[in-house]
């Protein structure tokens, strides 16, 4: 018999002792102490008054005082209004805890037929992954391995986002800056290196800015006339067009990153049972938009970008295509959760 049912079936035999009444076991609720007040358990007193002919407090008062001299793994208590809180020893904590530590898959339950899917991290190929990830990976982690430990079969996935503006910002820094640099002839991790890359597209997306504003140019034009931001934007149709160059160079720095990202997991202690990319998942969240203008789901604004109006559901309208055609992350999750239910039809549910 459990800790807590110890509890129950003591305090079943306080009521029979101290107030000749017969409670069943199932009639006794226990709950965690809260934590302003000593104790592990507490028994609400108040809807037992008329059994005991006592007020709540005083009830509470004899419950506790049976069970300290009675129960041996009761320790002390004490009484909040009508709440008893009961306070165990040190030695059946030690006891607990040493069947714990000796039980081998202890709290593992059997299976209960459900499946779930988990995903988490999910990060750009763009840049490493960064101490900020730590908290994703690990909530992820323990929750799938929780679920595991409670029954359900788990998918542990995770969508890589391998494609858009910020990966052809690495690439275009990367062809005007890195004459040839690899991991290998750099010394640095893959992902490390394209990180860098990116980070340098940003130092001199800012300097043509400030050279545009100079010149008399608004800011806000100047960011988009920035001649190095629309290099990105080029390379970025190029690579859905699936222009050989630039797709045969996505492929070799995103390769670089996967390498980076597989060492950093590994170091984490963390792992997956399928990985999903954008560059799968983008053509089939695309359809779906297209699919859903038709179907007067989705809008298209006079640029020719498609839109999700949310405003009813308390959120806002939420962009699925850009004017040019493009996807943007919001696209590739459609066609990501569509995929994954083709792909396990069975899962319950899907956890972010």
């Known amino acids: 018999m459990n800790m807590e049912k110890l509890l129950q079936q003591a305090i079943v035999d306080a009521f029979k002792t101290l107030f000749d009444h017969e409670l069943a076991i199932n009639e006794v609720a226990l709950q965690p102490t809260r934590k302003e007040f000593e104790g592990s358990h507490t028994f609400v007193c108040f809807p037992y008054s008329r059994i005991s002919k006592k007020k709540p407090e005083e009830t509470a008062a004899a419950i506790g005082e049976y069970l300290v001299s009675h129960v041996e793994m009761v320790k002390n208590f004490n009484v909040v209004k009508g709440f008893l809180n009961i306070e165990l020893t040190d030695a059946t904590w030690i006891q607990l805890f040493s069947k714990i530590w000796h039980a081998e898959n202890y709290g593992v339950q059997p299976s209960n037929g459900k499946e779930v899917m988990v995903e988490y991290s999910s990060p750009n190929t763009n840049k490493p992954l960064h101490l900020g990830h730590l908290r994703n990976n690990f909530l992820g982690y323990s929750v799938s391995e929780i679920l595991k430990a ?31 640099e690899t991991p290998d002839s750099s010394g640095k991790k893959g992902d490390k290196l394209v990180g860098d890359y990116y980070v340098k597209f940003d130092q001199e997306y800012k300097k043509q800015i400030a050279e545009l504003v100079e010149k008399g140019v608004e800011k806000a034009q100047a960011e988009k006339e920035a001649p190095i931001m629309k290099e990105a934007q080029e390379l970025l149709l190029k690579w859905e067009q699936k222009e050989p160059e630039t797709y045969a160079l996505w492929e070799q720095m995103n390769g670089w990153v996967y390498e980076g990202f597989d060492a950093t997991y590994n170091q984490m202690g963390v792992d997956f049972d399928k990985l999903y990319y954008e560059s799968q998942t983008y053509l089939l969240g695309k359809d779906e938009a297209m699919k859903g203008v038709e179907k007067g789901i989705f809008f298209k604004k006079g640029d020719g970008s498609v839109w999700v109006d949310l405003t009813e559901e308390g959120l806002d309208e939420k962009l699925l295509l850009r004017a040019d055609g493009t996807s943007v992350h919001m696209t590739q999750d459609i066609g990501t959760a569509i995929l994954r239910y083709r792909d396990y039809p069975k899962i319950s549910q899907q956890i972010y």
């Open 150 to 180: 409670n029954g359900y079969d788990v998918h542990k996935v995770q969508i890589i986002n391998d494609r858009g503006i910020h990966i052809c910002k690495s690439m275009v820094a990367w062809l005007k800056f890195g004459e040839g």
